[in-house]
């Protein structure tokens, strides 16, 4: 219910009870749900009873499957990750932020009861680094005012750049024992995005295998993303991409999170479908075996399309392996 048309069918028929069932089937414990709020707001910020009944609806199928649920704002007015949205001035409008203060003391007398089953995410990745403060006094407010309603839900948090690890640090001290730290991680971004049509400096016929040297990783970041890097100096350059490169990212995370005493969840973490599905599980092998390593639980980017889906036809050859990864 985000990153699309926001139309009746799409609600309807993009993900049916069917698909939560195969989600409880293949033996994973919760689901990720984005939401923009054009969902459940108008124009003018009046709710839409309807677009919640879509948002009670999967609650429901996730109760009837056995399986958690993240409630995700992806997009509230005036912000959204995706430039392309047009949303714009959150972080500077009192208005629109009251707006979000507001839907989400609505979403938590709606669903403040399942805490047992279901937490929230303020915001999907914040982007600028600028926003920073910003943001942590907008969270921290949102978060008190849930807290009136919803005392003990669990509430996701991320920082800029996207939810990157390098954010986590920056984060406002977490308010009480269930806020819990968000990240992302699609690295190293020139593989789980090689050729991805909606990064203005890539070449949409690039591909990257999983097995290149350090020396390939470096070079081909640096031409595929206006000479921006990802930092693959502390590796030797010819040795071939291994564990040991997430194993590096991640001990910011750790240390954060051990330092403040807060619980991890990686949020989001896939690979395009422009990758082969074996490189596809290589990488899934390499990433998430650090973060059962570290007890690191997670939401795989996507289920189904949205150009990262698991359920897509591509992977049939490899899916049993890729959920036993998941």
């Known amino acids: 219910m985000s990153q699309c048309d926001h139309t009746k069918e799409r609600y309807d028929t993009f993900i049916t009870e069917a698909d939560v069932d195969v989600i409880g089937r293949w033996g994973l414990d919760h689901v990720r749900v984005p939401v923009d709020y054009n969902l459940v707001e108008d124009a003018e910020g009046n709710y839409k009873e309807d677009g919640f009944g879509y948002i009670d609806r999967v609650i429901d199928w996730c109760e009837t499957h056995g399986l958690n649920m993240v409630l995700d704002l992806h997009k509230t007015y005036g912000y959204s990750f ?7 001035g959150f972080f500077d409008n009192e208005s629109y932020q009251e707006r979000f203060y507001r839907l989400w003391e609505t979403f938590a007398k709606r669903y403040g009861k ?11 990745e914040v982007t600028d680094k600028a926003y920073c403060d910003a943001w ?31 954010a986590l640090k920056d984060l406002a001290m977490p308010a009480d024992e269930n806020v819990i730290y968000n990240f992302h991680c699609y690295e190293p971004i020139v593989f789980t995005h090689q050729g991805a049509y909606w990064v203005e400096s890539m070449d949409t016929s690039f591909r990257m295998p999983i097995d290149a040297t350090y020396a390939d990783y470096d070079k081909h970041t640096k031409e595929q993303f206006d000479a921006f890097s990802e930092g693959f100096d502390p ?12 194993e590096h990212i991640l ?25 082969t599905p074996e490189d596809t599980v290589e990488w899934y092998r390499l990433f998430t075996g650090c973060l059962d390593k570290y007890g690191i639980a997670r939401a795989a980017w ?17 899916r049993n392996q890729l959920i036993n990864l998941l």
């Open 82 to 88: 995706d430039s392309g949205e047009k949303e714009a």
């Open 114 to 124: 399942y805490k047992d089953r279901l937490c929230f995410e303020l915001l999907n």
């Open 136 to 166: 942590n006094r907008i969270s921290g407010t949102c978060i008190e005012r849930i807290r009136k309603i919803a005392p003990d839900i669990k509430i996701l948090l991320g920082g800029y750049f996207n939810n990157s690890i390098v």
């Open 235 to 246: 590796f030797d350059p010819n040795k071939t991409f291994g564990q040991e490169f997430f």
């Open 251 to 275: 001990k910011e995370a750790v240390r954060v999170a051990e330092e403040r005493n807060v619980a991890l969840y990686c949020g989001e973490y896939g690979v395009i479908d422009n990758a």
């Open 302 to 318: 996507s289920y189904k399309e949205m150009d990262f889906g698991l359920a897509d036809t591509r992977l049939d050859g490899v």
